[in-house]
């Protein structure tokens, strides 16, 4: 992997958009600084790495567009050691973006391919804390619950109760709910037992949250 004075200054106007649309977060904007992006995808798209966008990876999933990777992010708060579970691995440059700040990630992906890819990916770049699990994001992780946070990223018709039970008290899950394409970016916290509350931060869109592992 290397990294070129060319795609600095990219990733220099990438921050300077994501700082425009209202990202505030300065540890948020050093994870966009210091974590090249175009590490994370085909080199045939690495010219787009630092525009603002979602494109192809690899068994016809995204990689998240910048601005929602930054949204999700304030929105989940991490703190030093958090214990984080990420539903969708795709491209890995998520749960890259939470291990720099200090989480403890442990990332799930239904795509046997793209598992494989991404787990040697990260292997390769130096994320050794980051857990990569294959299997159903709807089952959750029940081996390493309960987490202080979780993140979904692929966009959901309902908030899979397993979740909410694999998450701690006080703790917080941000997920992409809603019918059809456009989602709307819900904040849960869990004040304890069934009680919960809700926050809603505007639309986003994402590959749909799909059942069961596909192996192929
Ligand atoms: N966080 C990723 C976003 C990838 S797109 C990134 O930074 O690139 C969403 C991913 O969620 C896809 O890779 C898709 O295969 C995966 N996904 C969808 N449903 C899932 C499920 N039930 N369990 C685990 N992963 C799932």
Do not use: C
């Not at 999700?72 to 700040?101: H, M, P, R, W």
């Not at 749909?208 to 596909?214: A, D, M, R, S, T």
């Amino acid at each position: 992997m290397q990294d070129y004075y060319k795609m600095r200054g990219l990733r220099q106007s990438l921050i300077s958009k994501l700082r425009s649309k209202g990202i505030r977060d300065e540890r948020i904007l050093s994870a966009f600084w210091d974590i090249p992006r175009h590490y994370f995808i085909d080199k045939e798209f690495a010219h787009l790495a630092y525009e603002d966008i979602a494109f192809p990876i690899d068994s016809e999933q995204t990689i998240s567009q910048p601005f929602t990777v930054a949204t999700q992010t304030v929105l989940l708060d991490i703190k030093e050691n958090d214990k984080v579970l990420e539903i969708g691995t795709g491209s890995g440059f998520q749960a890259a973006v939470l291990a720099y700040l200090g989480a403890k990630v442990y990332t799930i992906e239904r795509q046997e391919k793209l598992f494989k890819k991404t787990h040697t990916l990260l292997k390769s770049i130096g994320y050794e804390r980051i857990r990569t699990l294959l299997g159903d994001g709807y089952e959750g992780s029940p081996r390493f619950a309960p987490f202080d946070k979780i993140i979904v990223t692929a966009g959901a018709n309902n908030v899979p109760i397993k979740l909410i039970e694999q998450l701690k008290e006080g703790g917080v899950m941000v997920i992409p709910v809603g019918v059809g394409d456009v989602k709307k970016m819900w904040k849960i916290t869990k004040i304890h037992g069934s009680k919960l509350k809700r926050e809603i931060h505007g639309d986003f869109s994402f590959v749909p949250f799909l059942e069961g592992v596909n192996s192929l």
